[in-house]
C-alpha cells in the first residue's frame, strides 16, 4: 500500500540532511535523549541547545541507530559540529531510540560511553498525545478507541490482526501502537543489558512539564556542565486535543498498563507517581525496590556471601564524604520547593526538592517492621546517587528524612547539616486539613506523614476519635518536637543547623543567612537579583488548583488545639 502523504512529509523532513551539500564529519555525541515520543524530548533538546557548552545535531532527530544506520558512521558525524565554538558536549534527541529493539545494540557498538537520557510520561496520557499528534498528520482516521482496540486485538493474535487495516503495515507498526509506545520496562531492559545504569539517566515528563527549571538544572549537572540559567522555558510541540480523554477509556488504560507500571517500578527501584499501579501483590515493595539498584553490584562478595552489599563502597564514601549534604528538618507544606528554588541560584550548590530515589518509597515500610530498610536505602540507592553528582555542595528539601533517615545516615559516619524551616502550626495544619492530607487517616497522609501509632512519635491516646485537623495538628507538635532534637544531636555530632521560617526565606535578609550557610559567603548581586525574581513568582499552585475542604471556624480551632494539647501534655505556647 502506498504511504500517505503526511508520512511521506515526516519521513523527508526526518532525512532533511540527507540532500544538503556533503560537509566533513564532526565530533562524536557525548549524550543522546532516546525517548519517548510525546514526552518532552523535543522541548529538553531545545532546552541543552541553549547552553552555550552544548553544541547539538542539525536536525534534532538523525534517526542514525534506527533509520539510516546503513549510511555510515561518517554520514552521522556530518550533522554534529565539529570542534571549536567553546562546545564541549554534543548531542541529538530520536525519541524511536528507546522504543526500537535494533538500536541499543548499535549505538553501544559505536558510542559505548555515551550518556542517555530517557524521558518517560504517564503512558496513558502519552498514548492520547500520540494518537492526536498522528491525526494532525493525517496518519489516524479512526478515533482512540477503536485504535487501541485494533492494537489490543493486533497483539492477541500475535500480528495477524492488522494495527491500521488501510495503513502499510510497516508504517503502522511504527507509527501507530499506542500502546507498545507505553510498556517502558521491556524498552529499558534492552538498554540496561548494554549500559551501566550510571549512563541512563531516567526522568519523569511531568516534572519537565510543571516545574522544568529544576530539571535542566539536574540534567546540566549529571551531565557535567556548569549551571545555565533560562528565563523561559517554552513548552515544544504541545499537543492540542478536541476533547478530553474520557474517564472509562482512561480507566480502562489504567488497566491495562497497570502491572507493566509496577514492573517499571521493579526496574528502576522507584515510585514513578503516576497515581494508578497493579495489584498490592504486583506494587514494589520494599525489597523489590532494593533490589533493582543491587543489580549494579556483584551478587556476591570475595567470602561467597552476600552481606557486601549492604556496606557501602569505598569509592562511594570518598565522594560523599568529599561533599557537604544538607537536609531540611520540616513539615511538609512549609515552602520546601521555594527553598530548593532559592539555594539553587547559589553557586556550586546541587539543589533538589523530592527528587529520586526517594524516602518516601520506604518509609511506610520502614515503619511497618523494617527498620534496617533505611540503612540499606542510603548504601544501596542514594548515597552512590549523590556521589555521582558533581558539586561539592548536596542540598536536598525533603520532608521525610526527619523520620527516620537521619540516624542510620549518622550511623554510617556522615554527619549532615540540617535547615530547620519552619512555619505557624495552624498554617500548615490547615493546609493539611484542605487537601485531605491526615496523618494517619487518608492514603496521602499515610504516605508522606507520621501516624500515631508510629513508634516514637507523641502520644495521642484514642487518636482514632480525634477531628481530622486535630491529627494534622498533632503532626505539627511532632515535627516541632523533632527540630528540637536534631538541632542537639547534630551539634554533638559536630554539625550546624540553620533555623528559617518561610516568611524569613522571603527576604532579602532570609536569604542572606541561606547564602552564608550553604556557601560561606554572602550571596553576590547577582545572585541577588535572581532571587528577588523568585520570590516575586506565585508559588503553592497546588493550593490554587485543588478543591480545598472548608476549614470549622477559628474558635473551634483554638478548642481543637486546646484539647490536642492536653491530650499529649505538651503545654500551649503563646
Not at 79 to 95: D, L
Request: aromatic content about 10%.
Amino acid at each position: 500500500m502506498m504511504r500517505s502523504p503526511a508520512n511521506i512529509l515526516k519521513h523527508a523532513m526526518r532525512t532533511l540532511g540527507r540532500r544538503r551539500r556533503k560537509r566533513s564529519p564532526g565530533l562524536r555525541p557525548d549524550f543522546l535523549i532516546i525517548g519517548t515520543m510525546k514526552g518532552g524530548t523535543t522541548s529538553l533538546f531545545r532546552y541543552l541547545e541553549m547552553h552555550p557548552g552544548v553544541a547539538v545535531s542539525m536536525p534534532k532527530e538523525v534517526h542514525f541507530f534506527d533509520d539510516n544506520h546503513e549510511r555510515g558512521v561518517d554520514w552521522y558525524l556530518e550533522h554534529f559540529p565539529g570542534p571549536g565554538g567553546g562546545a564541549t558536549h554534543r548531542g541529538e534527541a530520536s525519541p524511536y531510540y528507546l522504543f526500537c529493539p535494533d538500536t541499543p545494540g548499535r549505538v553501544h557498538a559505536l558510542l559505548p560511553d555515551v550518556r542517555l537520557i530517557v524521558m518517560l510520561r504517564d503512558p496513558v496520557t502519552r498514548a492520547y498525545s500520540h494518537f492526536h499528534h498522528e491525526s494532525r498528520f493525517g496518519q489516524e482516521d479512526r478515533t482512540f478507541e477503536e485504535a487501541i482496540d485494533a492494537e489490543l486485538r493486533h497483539a492477541a493474535t500475535d500480528g495477524e490482526e492488522p494495527i491500521h487495516p488501510r495503513r502499510d503495515h510497516a508504517d503502522a507498526s511504527r507509527y501507530l501502537r499506542y500502546l507498545a509506545r507505553g510498556l517502558y520496562a521491556e524498552q529499558l531492559e534492552r538498554w540496561f543489558a548494554l549500559f551501566p545504569r550510571e549512563q541512563i539517566l531516567v526522568l519523569r515528563s511531568e516534572d519537565m512539564f510543571s516545574d522544568a527549571a529544576p530539571v535542566y538544572a539536574d540534567v546540566l549537572d549529571w551531565l557535567g556542565l556548569p549551571p545555565h540559567e533560562l528565563t523561559k522555558f517554552p513548552k515544544r510541540n504541545r499537543g492540542r486535543y478536541d476533547a478530553p480523554l474520557s474517564l472509562a477509556t482512561r480507566d480502562r488504560l489504567r488497566e491495562i498498563f497497570a502491572p507493566h507500571n509496577a514492573r517499571l517500578e521493579r526496574l528502576l527501584g522507584r515510585s514513578m507517581r503516576w497515581g494508578y499501579g497493579g495489584s498490592e501483590s504486583e506494587r514494589p515493595g520494599p525489597s523489590d525496590a532494593l533490589s533493582a539498584a543491587a543489580t549494579t553490584f556483584p551478587s556476591v562478595g570475595p567470602d561467597g556471601s552476600s552481606d557486601h552489599i549492604r556496606r557501602l563502597s569505598p569509592d562511594v564514601r570518598k565522594s560523599v564524604a568529599g561533599k557537604r549534604l544538607i537536609f531540611t528538618v520540616t513539615t511538609g507544606r512549609s515552602g520546601t520547593d521555594f527553598l530548593a528554588s532559592v539555594a539553587r541560584v547559589l553557586p556550586d550548590v546541587v539543589s533538589l526538592h523530592e527528587p529520586n530515589p526517594s524516602p518516601v518509597d520506604v518509609f511506610r515500610w520502614m515503619h511497618m517492621g523494617d527498620p534496617d530498610l533505611a540503612r540499606r536505602w542510603w548504601i544501596e540507592l542514594k548515597l552512590p546517587r549523590i556521589a555521582a553528582r558533581k558539586k561539592p555542595v548536596y542540598l536536598e528539601t525533603n520532608h521525610v528524612y526527619c523520620k527516620g533517615f537521619l540516624e542510620p545516615l549518622l550511623g554510617l559516619g556522615f554527619t549532615p547539616s540540617l535547615i530547620l524551616l519552619r512555619r505557624a502550626n495552624r498554617s500548615i495544619a490547615s493546609s493539611l486539613y484542605e487537601l485531605a492530607t491526615i496523618p494517619g487517616r487518608t492514603v496521602r497522609g499515610d504516605r508522606w506523614y507520621l501516624r500515631p501509632d508510629d513508634p516514637g512519635v507523641l502520644p495521642l491516646p484514642a487518636w482514632e476519635t480525634f477531628h481530622d485537623y486535630q491529627l494534622c495538628y498533632w503532626y505539627t507538635l511532632e515535627i516541632a518536637r523533632r527540630q528540637a532534637e536534631y538541632e542537639e544531636l547534630i551539634a554533638e555530632r559536630g554539625g550546624d543547623t540553620l533555623t528559617l521560617d518561610l516568611a524569613e526565606l522571603n527576604s532579602p535578609e532570609g536569604f542572606d543567612r541561606l547564602a552564608r550557610f550553604v556557601t560561606g559567603s554572602p550571596p553576590s548581586s547577582w545572585e541577588g537579583v535572581r532571587f528577588r525574581r523568585l520570590a516575586s513568582r506565585p508559588r503553592n499552585v497546588r493550593d490554587r488548583v485543588k478543591e480545598k475542604r472548608r476549614m470549622p471556624p477559628a474558635g473551634d480551632l483554638d478548642a481543637l488545639e486546646r484539647a490536642v494539647h492536653e491530650a499529649i501534655g505538651v503545654p500551649v505556647v503563646g
